[in-house]
């Protein structure tokens, strides 16, 4: 399954923003962990947020953590990744995935500049 992620655009600091994970139909967000992670130019892609499938926990990189909050619309079958306070060193291209899969989409850009 390939993700599409959508919702990223330029910011300005302070900001806020929500990028959205669809998926083809038939993949159900609510049975697999799902995930954003983002990569900024010149890095390595690093891991954002975690929603767990079990329970609905959710994890955030201590980067983001307190700014960003991962949910789940399963009636649209989809996922969100809110993001305030928008720092420039939130620049970068965010994916959704499954921790451990290898396919992944094209992204989306988020860049966030005075």
């Known amino acids: 399954v390939r993700f599409v992620e959508s919702g990223g655009g330029e910011m300005q600091p302070g900001e806020s923003l929500t990028l959205s994970c669809a998926a083809a139909?038939?993949?159900?967000?609510?049975?697999?962990?799902m995930t954003w992670y983002r990569q900024a130019p010149g890095k390595e892609r690093e891991w954002v947020a975690t929603l767990i499938s079990a329970g609905g926990g959710t994890n955030y990189a201590d980067s983001v953590k307190g700014r960003v909050t991962i949910s789940r619309d399963d009636a649209k079958n989809t996922v969100y990744l809110y993001m305030n306070n928008l720092k420039p060193e939130d620049t970068a291209v965010y994916y959704c995935?499954?921790?451990?899969?290898?396919?992944w989409g094209r992204g989306t850009q988020v860049t966030v500049s005075s």
């Open positions: 995935n499954v921790p451990g899969w290898l396919i």
């Open positions: 139909s038939g993949f159900t967000f609510s049975s697999h962990n």
